[in-house]
């Protein structure tokens, strides 16, 4: 299974980026957990993540800002962001579980917010 992030890149603090991520070569379903993100000299933190019901957890510095869904029929997850910050740079990972197959981590895609 493969996971491939795209979306990111540089942006002015107050900007808006959208991440999304699509799986491919799963034999089951896949089941997209959230986003995380990982800034220089840190380490990996959640973003976003799906909850039950289909509802959505959030970090408490992005609340409010951004937003996470998925197309289960695409096999792709998203996470909008706006009214971004410097401190929202980082590199972002989206994470996805398959029964029977394990989890699964996207290569990563760099967001920089320049202020």
């Known amino acids: 299974v493969q996971l491939q992030a795209f979306g990111g890149g540089l942006v002015q603090a107050g900007g808006s980026l959208r991440l999304s991520c699509a799986a491919s070569g799963s034999r089951s379903r896949v089941n997209f957990m959230g986003w995380y993100r990982q800034a220089p000299g840190k380490q990996r933190e959640l973003v976003a993540m799906?909850?039950?019901?289909?509802?959505?957890n959030y970090a408490d510095p992005v609340k409010g800002r951004f937003t996470i869904s998925r197309d289960n029929a695409k096999n792709t997850v998203s996470l909008q962001m706006n009214s971004l910050k410097p401190e929202d740079t980082a590199v972002y990972y989206c994470?996805?579980?398959?029964?029977?197959?394990?989890?699964?981590w996207g290569q990563g895609t760099q967001v920089t917010v320049s202020s």
């Open positions: 799906f909850a039950n019901e289909g509802s959505a």
């Open positions: 994470h996805a579980v398959v029964v029977g197959q394990g989890t699964f």
